[in-house]
T-cell receptor
């Protein structure tokens, strides 16, 4: 099993739609989790951190299910500017490095 | 406040050459990590340095080396370049454990 697995997509959704991505991880010792956003040919940028059961920031909600070892990202009222690749990031127990999923590509259509 | 800065932004090298990539972390950040991202994949961990000491190393050959300087800036060196080393090389810094990393805009290396 890969350390971090994501559905690669692509997800093509209309503006205003709600879309959710899932990410599963294998290291049960991981304590903190991150979602990064990466635009085409740009660097990843931190979108949200998840330390407990979940986190909400405006239209974005991240949830953590430790028992099933997955985290999810929910985007409500999608905007064209949300089009990007979303990377699930899981630090291993030592938290010295980040393990990235391969990313989920989202395209929001007008 | 300056973010993580990397140089050069783009680089073209031929097989067998070596390359040095540079990174300056955000002021106050003592931890620097290097990642390699090939097209269509997530970044892969190469090295982490903290207080000038190597704290972690990913699954990369010995051709890859790095160091961190007293001002916390860092260099990534790659010797005997292969075509497969063509990628976006990302440097990231963070304040401490538990905080997310901030990435630089990367160095795009093309090996021909």
């Amino acid at each position: 099993r890969k350390e971090v697995e994501q559905d690669p997509g692509p997800f093509n959704v209309p503006e205003g739609a709600t879309v959710a991505f899932n990410c599963t991880y294998s290291n049960s010792a991981s304590q903190s989790f991150f979602w990064y956003r990466q635009d085409c040919r740009k660097e990843p940028k931190l979108l949200m951190s998840v330390y407990s059961s979940g986190n909400e920031d405006g239209r974005f909600t991240a949830q953590l299910n430790r028992a099933s070892q997955y985290i999810s990202l929910l985007i409500r009222d999608s905007k064209l500017s949300d089009s990007a690749t979303y990377l699930c990031v899981v630090p291993p127990g030592s938290a010295r490095q980040l393990t990235f999923g391969s990313g989920t590509q989202l395209t929001v259509l007008p | 406040d300056a973010g993580v800065t990397q140089s050069p932004t783009h680089l073209i090298k031929t097989r067998g050459q070596h390359v040095t990539l540079r990174c300056s972390p955000i002021s106050g950040h003592k931890s620097v990590s290097w990642y390699q991202q090939v097209l269509g994949q997530g970044p892969q961990f190469i090295f982490q340095y903290y207080e000038k000491e190597e704290r972690g190393r990913g699954n990369f050959p010995d051709r890859f080396s790095a160091r961190q300087f007293p001002n916390y800036s860092s260099e990534l060196n790659v010797n005997a370049l292969l075509l497969g080393d063509s990628a976006l090389y990302l440097c990231a810094s963070r304040f401490s454990q538990g905080y997310g990393y901030t990435f630089g805009s990367g160095t795009r290396l093309t090996v021909v």
